[in-house]
């Protein structure tokens, strides 16, 4: 009689199949109840098992924690909801499904028991449809949390991949850096009418920023230019116009024309800008362009001839500090194709100096944003007219420090600035310093060729 009722009981309107729980636990003090309960569930094709007290169900939940746990709250002992908070700190690597049975109905007993750690509640006597539908709320939400378990553990991985090869890149941009640095041998060189210091402050591991010079008989060739956009794509497109620069021979060095006698002479600046223009759009497939100056400085007069692409406007400090802007600014390279040039010519005296510098030093931002602009950047070389050589840079960049707030520029600051002597100075022999900036020096001849790259990009040109 009693099996027959237990049945009727048990027997589902509807066949069900769950996926998420597949486990199950009675918990209850009451043989019958479990009874009914288990044989219930095994119906409904769940792997039941049964406790008779908390005590016991929270052994074997050590053991195994089940996916649904169906719980009387009164229970000699433990409680249900003692239980319930027992088995949450159990379960926190995954997530099991709690059901309270419980007489109560006052709404704050019912908020003890959420407190507690509950999913839902079944009222007693239990009613088989009731069960079976907060189990498949049960079930929809245990599906939703496993997926998202899931995907978050995709997400985990895909992250600790990227994470991988983040810190292998970064480790790659290391070692770059270290080469560019490696590089370097000169940033300070004076000759017998003049002196050229080298700049290069990099916001980052590598990149685009470029100062150098060469030298051809009597004239000194100077050039700075930064390339557009940042990160490893523009440090490649400097890369290769260090080599157009600064080649290991100067017959590779564009700017350079062999002569009859085997010397070398500067080829006039518009023109090595605008071939350099036409090889870059026809036969470097980039898409990057950069700004560019290129100047010659005749040593024994002073006398510059210099072309401007796009690059800031240079700076003649007078041997009195007056400032002159230099050059007519000009299309970048790589731009448009055909574009046009032009050299301007201009006259440095002994105590005169031109100071080319990229557009890292005027849009260097103070803690609230604001720029240092043209009128800070004329203030501060006024402001350091009487240092020479080597500290020069040395104090420009002390002073940019100073306006930002800090020594982390978001931008590259490259310069690069030739001092023409006065005359008592003509005669002293030639002397070099190696701060720690990359160059790359050529051959063992009287030409030489001396170039710099900074480890990251300029700002937008």
Known sequence: MLQNKIEKIARPKTPQ?????????????????????????SRWGFDVQEAASAEEALAVCEQNLPDLIISDWIMPGMSGLQFCEAFRKLSKGSYGYFILLTAKSDKSEVVKGLDSGADDFVSKPVNVDELRARIMAGERILTMQRELSSKNRVISEALDALQNVHDALDRDLDEARKFQKSLLQEAYCAFDAGAVSLMLRSSGHVGGDLVGYFTAGNSIGIYGLDVSGHGVSSALMAARLAGIFSAVAPEQNLALARQSDGTYKMRPPDQVIAELNSLVLSDMESEQY?????????LDTGRIRATQAGHPHPFIQRRNSRLENFGRGG?????????????????????DRLIVLSDGVTECPDPIGQMLDDNGLNQLLHDLHPIRGPLFFDALTSRLEDHAGTADFPDDVSGICFEFQDLAARNRSRKCRSPSLPSTETASSPDRTTVAWSGSIGGAI
């Open 17 to 41: 199949r769950f996926r998420a729980i597949k486990t199950a636990m009675v918990v209850d003090d009451s043989a019958l109840q479990r009874r009914i309960l288990m044989a219930t569930l």
């Open 331 to 351: 299309l970048p390279v790589g731009l448009i194709a055909d574009a046009q040039y032009e050299t301007v010519a201009s006259q440095l005296y002994p105590g």
């Open 290 to 298: 950069f700004t560019l100056f290129l100047a010659e400085i005749e």
